[in-house]
């Protein structure tokens, strides 16, 4: 049973991130993980991201809202709220809640489907002290930009 709950829940949010707009976009967080995130051009968006670099089952899933401040020409800014869950454990289904704020720099003016992402999100880990994470990367955005 709990396999097929897990099995759903990535489904789910798969399914969310992929066809809440037809604009998504993929991220790779440094050597961290690996995001798919739904168009930033909506004040509301979502993503989903997996840290992969790790043993099976310490795989962690974290799905995130973001309210998307306007563009700016060389910037977008955004806050959220997520949840990040160990699908793959025997214990603790939700690792931490997750507060991020991304700042997306657009270097080419040009072809702005191509940015630098970076974020900056406080953790309230269950039954742990709080962490101060940083992610930086590189986000590729399909369809018009």
């Known amino acids: ?5 897990k099995l759903s829940l990535v489904l789910l949010l798969t399914a969310l991130s992929l066809n809440c707009w037809s604009q998504i976009g993929v ?8 995001g798919i995130n739904t168009s930033q051009n909506r ?5 989903l991201k997996v840290f992969a670099n ?7 899933m974290e799905a995130d809202l973001f309210y998307n401040f306007k563009a700016r020409p060389y910037h977008r800014f955004s806050v959220g709220v997520g949840l990040k869950a160990g699908l793959f454990r025997d214990y603790d289904l939700v690792d931490a809640i997750t507060v991020p704020a991304q700042l997306e720099i657009f270097p080419l003016q040009e072809f702005k489907r191509l940015s630098l992402v970076f974020e900056l999100a406080p953790e309230f880990i ?5 962490n101060l994470r940083s992610l ?4 590729y955005t399909f369809g018009k930009n």
Do not use: Q, V
Request: zero cysteines.
């Open 27 to 34: 991220t790779s967080y440094s050597i961290y993980s690996l």
């Open 54 to 60: 790790r043993s099976i089952d310490d795989i962690l």
């Open 43 to 47: 004040p509301l968006s979502g993503e």
């Open 126 to 130: 269950i039954d742990f002290d709080p």
């Open 1 to 5: 049973m709990k396999t097929i709950t």
């Open 136 to 139: 930086w990367g590189i986000r």
